[in-house]
């Protein structure tokens, strides 16, 4: 008896042992399997580290968001968005310090009631345009390779341009005050090799959906842009929390339709303009053009195509 009691308490710590040691195996290649899928992200794949959730108070930057940065889907795109011309209706455009407002007519052409008279002090049209702040990148406007600036950290990965940081931590400051709301700086600057790796991503996807490697290359520049085209290269681009249409929801976006021009910035890719940027509707993405520039763009309504045209002409 006392012998296959014995017998059977060794059969049963057999068995534990088994247990643990395949548990302990299970874990460990767990913990590989979850090394080697995380080395391979970008810093736009890492929450900041600002806030939880919109339920916090604004002084409570403790915590971080609980999920990652996803981009929009191409379902959105084209079907969500009307196009809009620039001549579709009669409209004023206003700007500061002149004599006069300068009209559309029906087929979109600027007429001018009078000659509008500038100060001596203003800069001249070709001078603005050169302005840094006002440069365009796009799919039609690649970023000049010797294109140099000075970078500035918002936290332990992200970069914005020196001159306009100041600006972005205000607002986002203010805005987090004002709407004891969630808001971080999910994106900021990227270098071409990031922004080519995202965009590689995403020509994946198409690419595995059975689509050709051009096609899908069309179909990933609608939501991201090429390297060397994106306005992230220029540190003077910003995507909010997680660069999800669902952000227009969030007190915090009403908060930056209206208040945001008043720090210099303006809402890169509006709905319904996607005609003209090319780009699928933005809310999360945000543009620094200076507050001169953005009140004159988000009183007239425009993208910052339309209104480099308006300077133009």
Known sequence: MYKRKM???RKRRLWLIRIRTLIILALLIWGVTNLLHNSGKTDDDEPANICVNASKTPNDSSGEPSGTYIEPDITQVLSEHEERILGEEE????EPNTATTVSRNAA??????ETPTRNNDRPTVSEVIKDWRLLLVNADN???EDYTFELAAIDSTRKFDTRAIGELKKMIEDCRAQTGGCIWAQSTYRSRQTQGEIFERKVQEYVNMGNTREEAEELAAVIVARPGTSEHHIGLAVDFNYAKTEFENTDVFEWLMGKAHNYGFILRYPEGKQSITKVI??????RYVGKEHAEIIKANDFCLEEYIDYLKD
């Open 108 to 113: 979109g052409i600027p007429e001018e009631s």
């Open 142 to 144: 690649p970023l000049s």
């Open 91 to 94: 409209g004023v455009l206003k």
């Open 281 to 286: 509707y933005e809310p999360w993405h945000f």
């Open 7 to 9: 017998t059977v308490r």
